[in-house]
């Protein structure tokens, strides 16, 4: 079957916006089978794995700049449903584009295409359908994802989306939705990890529901700290979104766990655009100045 563009468009862009620094990697992109691999100065970085039998596509690993080893887990208990860093939504029309089991919906990529192959950053895009089997697809997403490491410490993905109703779309409340990232065990605050939000807020207890513009994951594991931000562009809708998080490693900010009367319409044709940054890096959030950082990626532009 054909495949063709619905409901969303997803731009991922690693580095797009971030400050100067001095002597940039050097990022390679090349497609192997069902994946986009991503090497800086010659060492795998991440991959965009894209496979037809998976829920939605996905980026695994996402190495750290010091350690070589993923900050993000492909699959862990008690929710092996979590793919490292990923977009997805249950409760859209009656179907689940979030968790395992493709027969209630599925995310599927209509095959990436690299855009710039190498130099200080790269760019690809995708497009994807969102659908269950034997339906017409309901949303159509494109996909831009741009990656850069600014110097040894950091790794950046900016994440741009576009959602296009290609019918009537319902979705109802649901804490499972939109932008994610699941860091391993050895990360979380169960083993000693920290998750902090723009306001110094920490873990769970106190960054669960609370609107803020990033939140921060990081922790020591083999002797080295490293971590993970995720970062909500001003210009998105429901900006600041209020978080889900989790002691155990995730977090995600999620609107549609505190929708206006627990239920978003969107009309068929209607479009919706949204923009994060994931900021790989070493160190905890203020050794990485994540603020800093933050403050560059909101005066930016897809460029």
Wanted: some cysteine.
């Amino acid at each position: 079957m054909k495949r063709c563009l619905s409901f969303i468009t997803v731009y991922i862009i690693v580095g797009g916006c971030s400050i100067a620094q001095p002597n940039p990697k050097q990022v390679e992109a090349k497609i192997e089978k069902d994946k986009v691999v991503v090497n800086v100065d010659g060492k795998l970085f991440t991959c965009y794995k894209f496979g037809a039998s998976q829920k939605y596509p996905y980026f695994w690993p996402v190495n750290g700049p010091a350690s070589g080893k993923s900050i993000t887990t492909e699959t862990s208990e008690p929710y092996p449903h979590h793919h490292s860093v990923f977009f997805g939504c249950d409760r859209v029309n009656g179907g689940n584009y979030w968790q395992e089991g493709n027969e209630k919906g599925q995310i599927v990529s209509q095959g990436p295409k690299i855009i710039e192959a190498g130099g200080d950053r790269v760019v690809f895009k995708d497009e994807c359908l969102w659908m269950q089997p034997g339906k017409e697809p309901i949303i159509r997403d494109w996909r831009r994802i741009t990656i850069s490491a600014p110097n040894q410490d950091l790794r950046y993905i900016d994440f741009q989306i576009t959602l296009e109703m290609l019918t009537d779309v319902s979705i109802l409340k649901t804490n499972h939705s939109l932008f994610a990232v699941r860091v391993v065990p050895e990360l979380s605050v169960g083993s000693g990890g920290t998750l902090v939000n723009a306001e110094g807020k920490r873990s769970e207890k106190d960054t669960f529901g609370v609107a803020s513009p990033w939140c921060d994951y990081s922790g020591t594991r083999e002797g080295i700290t490293e971590g993970i931000a995720i970062l909500q562009y001003p210009r998105n809708r429901w900006f600041p979104a209020r978080w889900f998080t989790r002691d155990y490693g995730f977090f995600s900010p999620t609107p549609m766990f505190w929708l206006e009367g627990d239920k978003l319409q969107l009309a068929k044709g209607e479009k919706l655009t949204l923009r994060y940054q994931v900021v790989v890096h070493g160190g905890n959030s203020m050794a990485a100045k994540i603020e800093e950082i933050f403050e560059q990626y909101k005066k930016s532009t897809l460029r």
